[in-house]
């Protein structure tokens, strides 16, 4: 199995699967683009994705080219990893989560760039502090739904999904008690910044963070 994704320290769409394998524990060749590098970067991703996008998950001939796809198909893939929850309930909310991040959100995401070595406050447009309040609110909702320590319960997707965003918070200076959170979704955003995957991410984000 190989999986191949962009620049560390930029590529929210290609951290999310690889969580999600690490968490599954499932052995995976990773094959690293360069991002940003636009010629040389396009020719070597249209090597390996129809859609010309990362990340691409190949197993055996069958290739994956969308994060949440390729998710879904780990989960199906290896059922005893538990990506989603077990309970239907708790499964179906982890999955509308999940489907409102790979969908929505678009200011913060265009306004609020993932960059590992960024600390740096900006002053932030209405639109995304619309979409930060959103996620406040969902990750609430999620956190009491399900009593945590993550949103459905145990470690799912639906988390893999949200670190990207953790990380912008972190980031940007984002105190999540400016936009209606009394501590939970902020030790949450914490918490997913803490686990051992999100650290082995992190740490090779920085060995091999581009020169120049």
Known sequence: M?????????????????????????????????????????????????????PVLKDGDLVIWDSLAICEYLAERFPEAKLWPEDPAARAQARSISAEMHSGFSSLRGELPMDLEVRKALAISEATQTDIRKIVARWNLMLKAHGGPFLAGDWSIADAFYTPVATRFRSYGVHLSDYGDAGLAGAYGERLLETPEYLEWEAGALADRPQG
Not at 5 to 21: E, F, N, V
């Open 2 to 54: 190989e999986l191949v994704i962009g620049t560390k320290m930029w590529s929210t769409w290609s951290m999310r699967p690889w969580l999600a394998l690490k968490r599954a524990g499932v052995p995976f060749q990773e094959t690293l683009v360069q991002l940003r590098r636009v010629e040389a970067s396009e020719a070597e991703i249209a090597r390996h994705s129809p859609s010309n996008l990362i």
